[in-house]
């Protein structure tokens, strides 16, 4: 009986030290790196000629930093506010490529929302735009991308998948929550022969194979690509 409860015990000290080792690994952005499909080493764009090069390029500089999830509200400058560069969620992902390549999603929302407010999701009870926090919201992403940016076919099978371009914009509705979820495509492929996806879901930005993991529910290009 002694023995049993001393292996017992033996048993739950193990435990806690690997719970505790996984949230430690987490923290440190180790973990993603053991899930399949995640890849947290990327290679930047050299030379970025191309706007498509430089969103790329400042999507990878998430990865590159090991930015941590963090979408808490936070109270920021307008315009080019950011949050601080070693925190953010998934929007800014998209927010910081663009950047990268001039172009202020936080600015450009607001000033949108400023001239159609009722155009916008009214899911958190404001009675006017925030530009702490409009930007750094999916739901208001997918308004302003499809009121301003390129809207592009959301499948990605067969010839559908050669519209997903690197730079692109992907939004998805993450099973059982219901949750939405974004990230920039990259110029780099996975096993499934799809475009990685850069994103982040937590615990740190990765650069990841699971463009079709998830329900489509928008693919952009922003700017909108000029026809020739």
Known sequence: MRSKRKL????GICLVLAVIAVLVLSRAGVIPALIPGRQTRVSLIPNPRTTPDRIVNGAKGEVL??????AAYRAIPY?????????????EVIIRALRAAGFD??????????????????LWGLRAPDSNIDHRRVPNHLAFMCRRGQ?????????????????DL???RLPISG???????SNDRGRSGLPLVLHNIGPAATQEDCLDRWEIIGHFRYPPQRSA
Do not use: K
């Open 79 to 91: 315009p080019n506010g950011d949050v601080p560069s070693d925190r953010g969620a998934c929007t």
């Open 105 to 122: 999603l936080q600015q450009l929302i607001h000033e949108d929302m400023v001239s159609d407010f009722s155009a916008y999701p009214n």
């Open 179 to 185: 949750a939405t979820h974004c990230g920039v495509v």
């Open 65 to 70: 930093r090991g930015v941590r999830y963090d």
């Open 151 to 167: 809207v592009l076919p959301r499948s990605t099978a067969g010839a559908s998948a050669a519209a997903w371009q690197p730079g």
């Open 8 to 11: 017992l015990a033996t048993a």
């Open 170 to 172: 992907v939004y998805w």
